[in-house]
């Protein structure tokens, strides 16, 4: 089945330096790869996610990467805010059956003002 | 719309005890899952619905029950609650994009339950 590495486990940036955290999966069959923004005490959220026929996307400050040779795709913020402090979590399924979502073990990011 | 609600927020069960942890979303979405978060790990899912009266295991399903008898509710049971079972528990849901394909999974706010 499919397994999701994700790193670091502990992100600290100074305010308005970029993050960026990694995730790499096992399964090829995998082509649905969202990023869920979860802070204390609330469920996740999802932030942004990619289908295996993109390389890239872009929201505002944030924009994902995907490598599909290389089983690796990773969540770059720019310009980072207090506000984007949370732990943040990666994914992956088929995209036919995204209500099964594989989860990477996330990455707690703390942006110092 | 609430979106996916889940109730109640806390719980707190001593060991071998029942409880059933309710989950409804009014947003018509066809499918519907159950996770638990433990510290340090991410999501794992226990259970999920492709539809009314369809469900399956997850990766981790021993120890719950689950049903689907409505579009709108997805109730998770314990049956006999072990302290291995203390956990945070999501529901979420999703709905069929026009492709086929669901689409993004919305959690609800979590149950956070432990079993003394």
């Known amino acids: 089945g499919e397994n999701v590495e994700q790193h670091p486990s502990t992100l600290s940036v100074q305010e308005g330096d970029s993050a960026v955290i990694k995730c790499t999966y096992s399964?090829?069959?995998?082509?649905?790869f969202p990023w869920y923004k979860q802070e204390l005490g609330k469920g996740p959220q999802l932030i942004i996610d990619?289908?295996?026929?993109?390389g890239e996307k872009k929201d505002q400050r944030i924009a994902v990467t995907l490598n599909k040779t290389a089983k690796h795709f990773s969540l770059h913020i720019t310009e980072t805010q207090p506000e984007d402090s949370a732990v943040y979590f990666c994914a992956a399924s088929p995209m036919d059956s995204s209500y099964k979502l594989i989860f990477g073990s996330g990455t707690r990011l703390l942006v110092r003002p | 719309n609430a979106g996916v609600t889940q109730t109640p927020k806390f719980q707190v069960l001593k060991t071998g005890q029942s409880m059933t942890l309710q989950c409804a979303q009014d947003m018509n979405h066809e499918y519907m899952s159950w996770y638990r978060q433990d510290p340090g790990m991410g999501l794992r899912l226990i259970h999920y619905?492709?539809?009314?009266?369809?469900?399956d295991q997850g990766e981790v399903p021993n120890g719950y029950n689950v049903s689907r008898s409505t579009t709108e509710d997805f109730p998770l049971r314990l049956l006999s609650a072990a302290p291995s079972q203390t956990s945070v528990y999501f529901c979420?849901?999703?709905?069929?994009?026009?492709?086929?394909?669901?689409?993004?999974?919305?959690f609800g706010p979590g149950t956070r339950l432990t079993v003394l």
């Open positions: 979420a849901s999703s709905y069929r994009r026009a492709s086929g394909d669901p689409d993004t999974q919305y």
């Open positions: 990619i289908r295996s026929n993109v």
């Open positions: 399964d090829s069959a995998s082509n649905y």
């Open positions: 619905s492709v539809g009314a009266g369809i469900t």
